[in-house]
T-cell receptor, first 113, second 113 residues
Framework: GENVEQHPSTLSVQEGDSAVIKCTYS??????FPWYKQELGKRPQLIID?????GEKKDQRIAVTLNKTAKHFSLHITETQPEDSAVYFC????????????FGKGTTLSVSS | DGGITQSPKYLFRKEGQNVTLSCEQN?????MYWYRQDPGQGLRLIYY???????QKGDIAEGYSVSREKKESFPLTVTSAQKNPTAFYLC????????????FGEGSRLTVL
């Protein structure tokens, strides 16, 4: 089945710096790669996703890049702000016929002002 | 107000007891999922269902059971066979199986005394 590895597990940056979180997946048939953000005490929420027919997608300060050959995808956050502090999870399709999302172990991002 | 509701928010159980966590959604979503969240472990898939009266085991199904008798409801039973049941449990739903946004409930925290 699908295996998703996520690095780093913790990341500390200064406000205004960029942050990059990387994930690798094992199933070459996977075609959908979302990123979720979970603030302290809250439920995970989708922040951006990318499908396998594109290599990059941007939404304001966040972007996701995908390298299908290497089977990895990354989340990029520019001009970080304290409110970006949260746990970020990447995911890829798994389960029976890819009908469930398999998540990475998460990255705790801390942005200090 | 559309959404996904989990109850109870907090639950305490004695060893050897079964307990059922409720998950209800009014989003008219076909797919529903149960994840377990432990510190440093990410979101691990327990069970999922794409349609009424059908469900599949996830990566950590042992000691858990589910039912899907109605589209809106996907209860999870944590049985006495689950060796380490103390955890935070998240239910989610999705309109298009695994290629769309997962909407999560607020979670249920189970503590075994």
């Amino acid at each position: 089945g699908e295996n998703v590895e996520q690095h780093p597990s913790t990341l500390s940056v200064q406000e205004g710096d960029s942050a990059v979180i990387k994930c690798t997946y094992s199933d070459s048939a996977s075609n959908y790669f979302p990123w979720y953000k979970q603030e302290l005490g809250k439920r995970p929420q989708l922040i951006i996703d990318i499908r396998s027919n594109v290599g990059e997608k941007k939404d304001q300060r966040i972007a996701v890049t995908l390298n299908k050959t290497a089977k990895h995808f990354s989340l990029h956050i520019t001009e970080t702000q304290p409110e970006d502090s949260a746990v970020y999870f990447c995911a890829a399709p798994g389960g029976q016929a890819g009908t469930a999302l398999i998540f990475g172990k998460g990255t705790t991002l801390s942005v200090s002002s | 107000d559309g959404g996904i509701t989990q109850s109870p928010k907090y639950l305490f159980r004695k060893e050897g007891q079964n307990v059922t966590l409720s998950c209800e959604q009014n989003l008219n979503h076909d797919a529903m999922y149960w994840y377990r969240q432990d510190p440093g472990q990410g979101l691990r898939l327990i069970y999922y269902s794409q349609i009424v009266n059908d469900f599949q085991k996830g990566d950590i199904a042992e000691g858990y059971s589910v039912s899907r008798e109605k589209k809106e409801s996907f209860p999870l039973t944590v049985t006495s066979a689950q060796k380490n049941p103390t955890a935070f449990y998240l239910c989610a739903s999705c309109g298009t199986a695994n290629t769309g946004e997962l909407f999560f409930g607020e979670g249920s925290r189970l503590t075994v005394l």
